[in-house]
């Protein structure tokens, strides 16, 4: 009899076990169906960012390592198709885009109501309607201030290298021009005891302003939508009107924005005003320009020279005119090309996209 129930005590025993470890084997296997359950329905309403290009690697990483998101790319260096974009925006969050990309009202309602934010790679925003994204509520990041002292350097070494004909300069060493030394062969002009004009007193204009006096500029006279008074101040610069900047600047830089009351500003109106003499320089917007009054006013000496970083259109035809003037210099809008600078832009857009989709307050917001 003892031996029996000591048989049943070990069977009900182990009857038990079995029954904890089964129960235990279907506990966790509910559990591991619930976690997938729940990480395939996040997966299905996980915010979706569209990223209009390949970007420098610190905007990417920044975006990669918020998590919970899903991320799609147009990965080129080259600006992504408009048919490509009308049917990649549908649906998503957030656009992460470049300058070359047109966010208007077509894209918008190819996005749809899910999309909250739109960070810009780019200080400029001309490329956006603002006014569709002011009335569908949609915020808007953009990326100042860290390409400002990028922007003053280039347009520095583009005025130096305008007036001072070193693109003309070397062609002629490398076909042959070189011969004996002329006292007045290639010569151009000089910062010591010029004055300096600069359209648009913003940050860029003040960084140009502080790089430039220590070459010896007699004196800075600038012109904007209305006087700076305490910036001009405090970096000793004169507000004039724009035809008197015009009259009476040797170089002429352009720092402003494109808006409405700014494109095409730059006119034969303004370069008729100007010194034979004068050197004309454009690192803003190429539409700040009219550049068939350029052309003509290079062409007919009416001014000295002009380099300009921005054009219209973007990439410049290599048959347009102004590429057979020896003194026209143009750059392919390189301002902002440093590997800091564009690493800089590609992080405080991702940045502000992240804060935006948050509802939190960007790093650098534009107000509509």
């Known amino acids: 009899a003892r031996r029996f129930a000591k048989i049943i005590i070990r069977t009900a025993m182990w009857s038990s076990c079995r029954f904890n470890i089964l129960h235990k084997t279907l506990v966790a296997r509910l559990n591991t169906c619930c976690r997938l359950q729940a990480m395939n329905t996040a997966g299905r309403n996980l915010p979706k960012f569209y990223i209009t290009r390949r970007i420098p690697p610190d905007g990417l990483k920044a975006l990669q390592q918020a998590g919970s998101c899903e991320i799609q790319q147009w990965d080129s260096d080259d600006p992504v198709p408009r048919s490509e974009l009308l049917k990649k925006v549908s649906g998503i969050h957030a656009l992460y885009c470049l300058l070359t990309e047109k966010i208007d009202k077509e894209v918008l309602d190819a996005a749809g109501p899910s999309l909250k934010v739109v960070s810009t790679m780019s200080v400029g925003y001309d490329h956006l309607s603002l006014d569709e994204l002011k009335n569908r509520g949609i915020r808007v990041g953009f990326t100042p201030d860290v390409l400002t002292e990028a922007v003053a350097e280039l ?22 021009g070189w011969g004996t030394w002329k006292p007045l062969w290639m010569c151009g002009s000089g910062l010591t005891e010029s004055t300096v004009g600069i359209i648009g007193l913003g940050r860029i204009g003040e960084a140009i302003v502080n790089r430039l006096r220590p070459f ?22 004169d507000f004039v009107s724009l035809e008197e900047l015009a009259k009476q600047s040797d170089f002429l830089l352009v720092c402003c924005a494109l808006t409405p009351e700014t494109q095409g500003m730059c006119n034969k109106g303004l370069f008729s005003k100007m010194k034979r003499s004068s050197v004309f320089i454009n690192t803003s917007r190429g539409a700040v320009v009219n550049q068939e009054d350029l052309y003509h006013a290079l062409a007919n000496g009416q001014i000295a020279s002009a380099g300009l970083d921005v054009t219209v ?8 005119p102004l590429f057979k003037l020896k003194n026209c210099v143009i750059l392919p809008h390189i301002a ?17 996209l992240l804060a935006g989709l948050k509802g939190e307050a960007m790093p650098k917001e534009l107000k509509l």
């Open 155 to 176: 347009t520095i070494a583009l005025l130096l290298a305008t007036s001072r004909r070193l693109i003309e300069a070397v062609e002629e060493a490398k076909n042959g």
């Open 216 to 237: 010896g500029v007699k004196k800075f006279l600038y012109n904007d939508i209305a006087p700076r008074e305490e910036l001009a101040a405090k970096i000793s610069v």
């Open 313 to 320: 259109p973007e990439p410049l035809p290599t048959n347009h």
């Open 336 to 352: 902002s090309a440093t590997v800091e600078t564009r690493n800089a832009m590609a992080a405080l857009a991702a940045h502000n």
